[in-house]
């Protein structure tokens, strides 16, 4: 269901706005180039991918080319582009596996919408997920954002670290 969600998600991104620029953001290296085929398969042939297993030259052509394009793009990545790299007008973000953490959460989602601009994140939040609901719900809550029902669903508790 993750790869028809994405495609409809990405379709109807960009139909509302044919220079859209997205991000969809995978935990591990292994998803990218996944999700790199369902987009292009979908017809979205400005799709990028930065990731670990490429060589660095490559993530520095794809990430350039993401940076620099005028006409929008997609770009799929790992946490590698989740802090410290300038990406501006970034209109989505797609979280299409979600993060080990919540931190890492509220980095990803920080690439859009900067600088004043508005932006949307979106994220597909599964079962295997459970453990961070709580967590979620609360960055959700601090930053005035509405929780989904479905997301409360999973429940609220949160794990704390305890030191030994």
């Given amino acids: 269901d993750k790869d028809r969600l994405l495609v409809q998600t990405v379709r109807d991104a960009c139909s509302a706005d044919p220079h859209c620029k997205l991000i969809v953001f995978v935990l591990y290296k292994r998803e990218a180039p996944h999700v790199e085929q369902v987009l292009r398969r979908a017809g979205h042939g400005q799709v990028a991918a930065l990731h670990g297993d490429k060589p660095q030259h490559e993530r520095t052509a794809a990430l350039d080319a993401f940076r620099n394009s005028r006409s929008g793009g997609i770009l799929v990545a790992t946490d590698v582009a989740a802090r410290g790299l300038d990406i501006p007008a970034v209109n989505l973000v797609i979280n299409y596996t979600f993060p080990l953490t919540v931190e890492d959460y509220v980095h990803r989602i920080g690439r859009t919408g900067r600088g004043g601009a508005r932006g949307t994140a979106i994220t597909f939040f599964t079962a295997a997920e459970k453990p961070l609901a709580g967590a979620l719900q609360n960055v959700l809550r601090a930053a005035g954002q509405p929780v ?17």
């Fill in 148 to 164: 989904p029902e479905a997301l409360k669903a999973f429940g609220c508790t949160t794990k704390r670290k305890v030191h030994k």
